[in-house]
């Protein structure tokens, strides 16, 4: 027997595209399509049975005709997805996703490779370091990676930001080390000629005026620890009290009798002028992902949204939060509906409330994201000691265990991808720990009961969300092996995403562009397929394709999603394998301008 059920789901509205020609223009990766679809059926029935009535236009038991083109050319899909899919099948995927700051240990071409290769999914640009022409090299080499070799890393570019920030350290050096005992000048004077040995500059022309005699200074979110000794003009006299490693701009923060001292730090802008001059760069360098840092409420978020509108209405940049201090937490889930995403920023968390209340902050962060269905960063010092080290603390493998199973979205590496000595070591760990944590979580049938609540603005997207929910409980119910899900702008696989479905989910999209953001979602593998509007055709090609590739085998049980029909159809089928199925029940359902619904 080879069951078929379908649920196939649309309002009326315009066409987006048609068979021969696809739009160009996708629409908001997270506006949700109306016209949505959902089947379930082995990959052994013939292409001409998953049709009702059968088609005439595909010979039975034949693969759909195609172009004389390579089958490269006609399915992209990431060529260690692939391999893997090959030799260990679905469930062996990865579905937490891994973000890699890029920095002198990683920019080259071939490193590049190594890590896209160890399972990197987004490179991330921190416009704290390094000049434009830096970052644009590092993009090409991306997008040329991608091309040759079928990744689908996205670009992410996070600015600066308007927070109290050191400068470059003496003679353009990666790192000073702090020792105890040792004092430090922290200076808002710029030195034509070399600076004094031990000397630090601040980008904020209030700084001296503010701290006072006593205070405490907190470096990077406390890895070095400092208290202000002397005032002497425009320069700050502190000794080191917690040694540590210096970081080029890295971030300041001033307590002063056991609280955080923000008054100064409110009245900045959350984008400063450097900011603006980074964002333009990233919009023409066609980035996907802008992460705004230090953001204290959703309106800096709109206002960037407005700007990227204005400036390349074409662009579909996605803005995503970093939340990273008290106002951040304060206001957050109005930062998270109004952004693309955000990043758990623990590091400078840290910095601003006590250490014990930073892994609340982050299960917080996450839950709310998977709630509002925004894709979720977990980051800061992941694995720390992989910078000087081969191999992680027992403790950053605990840690790293945590983010995975609280189901993050991603998980990503600063330091110890930028300027560390073992990269490639460190993202090996990130994915055998999130293998092994995802594997003992399906097993130990671990998966979190969370009750999602309706997240769309209107009645069509509320199927939406219905059909993408019923999808995910029917292939936890039935052990699918995998759902597909057919989209132009990506809201059903985010949506699918949101549910966390045991199976793996593959993200079938007709723009590059699209896919790439797709590669930020728990659990999607991100395809660029051109397709068209018949589901049945789009279902026989996919499967050919992926067989001849050797991605799926007969007998693979699969749940299929698309945003393309327009109607709602329940079959129950049965029918023995190679015969044409009968169906014993039909029932249809078409929404339109019409309030009685219809019954055959």
Known sequence: MSPSVCFNLVTPSKVLYSPTKISSKPSSLFNTSSRVTISAFHSDVKPNSLSYPPRKDIPFGEPPVLPSVSLDSLLEVDVVI????????????????????????????????????????????????????????????????????????????????????????????????????????????????????????????????????????LVDGGMVRFQVIEKVGPDVKCLCTDPGLLLPRANLAIWRNGSLIRERNGMLPT?????????????????????????????????????????????????????????????????????????????DMGAQIPLEQVPFAQERIVTLCRLLNKPVIVASQLLESMIEYPTPTRAEVADVSEAVRQQADALMLSGESAMGQYPEKALGVLRSVSLRIERWQREEKRRESMELPYISPSRSDDI???????????????????????????????????????????AFTTTSSVRRRLNLHWGLIPFRLNFSDDMDHNLSRTFWLLKVRGMIKSGDLIVALSDMLQSVQVHEEDGQMGDKLTSRNKYMVHQSNKTEPHML
């Open 464 to 506: 939406s969300e219905e059909i993408c929910i019923a999808a995910a409980n029917m292939a936890n119910r039935l052990q699918a092996d995998a759902l597909f899900v057919y989209t132009v702008n990506g809201c059903m696989g985010s949506l699918l995403s949101r549910c966390r479905p045991d199976c793996p989910i593959f």
């Open 82 to 217: 692939e391999s893997e899919l090959k030799e260990n099948g679905f469930r062996s995927t990865r579905r937490t996703k891994f973000v890699c700051t890029m920095g002198p240990s990683t920019c080259g071409y071939d490193e590049l490779e190594a890590l896209a290769i160890g399972g990197m999914n987004v490179a991330r640009l921190n416009m704290c370091h390094n000049s434009s022409a830096w970052h644009k090299m590092v993009i090409e080499r991306v997008r040329r990676l991608n091309e040759e070799k079928g990744f689908a890393v996205a670009v992410m570019m996070d600015v600066q930001g308007s927070e109290i920030h050191m400068g470059d350290l003496d003679g353009g050096a990666s790192s000073a080390k702090a020792e105890d005992g040792d004092v430090w000048t922290f200076s808002v004077r710029s030195f034509d000629s070399t600076r004094p040995e031990r000397t630090i500059s601040v980008n904020y022309d209030g700084f001296a005026e503010d701290v006072q005699i006593g205070d405490e200074l």
């Open 271 to 347: 984008i400063t002028s450097k900011d603006w001059l980074d964002i333009d760069f990233g919009i023409t360098a066609g980035v996907d992902f802008i992460a705004l840092s230090f953001v204290k409420s959703a309106e800096p978020i709109e206002q960037l949204k407005r700007y990227i509108a204005a400036q390349s209405p074409k662009s579909n940049v996605a803005v995503i939060a970093k939340i990273e201090s008290v106002d951040s937490l304060k206001n957050l889930e109005e930062i998270i509906e109004a952004s693309d995403g955000a990043v758990v920023a623990r590091g």
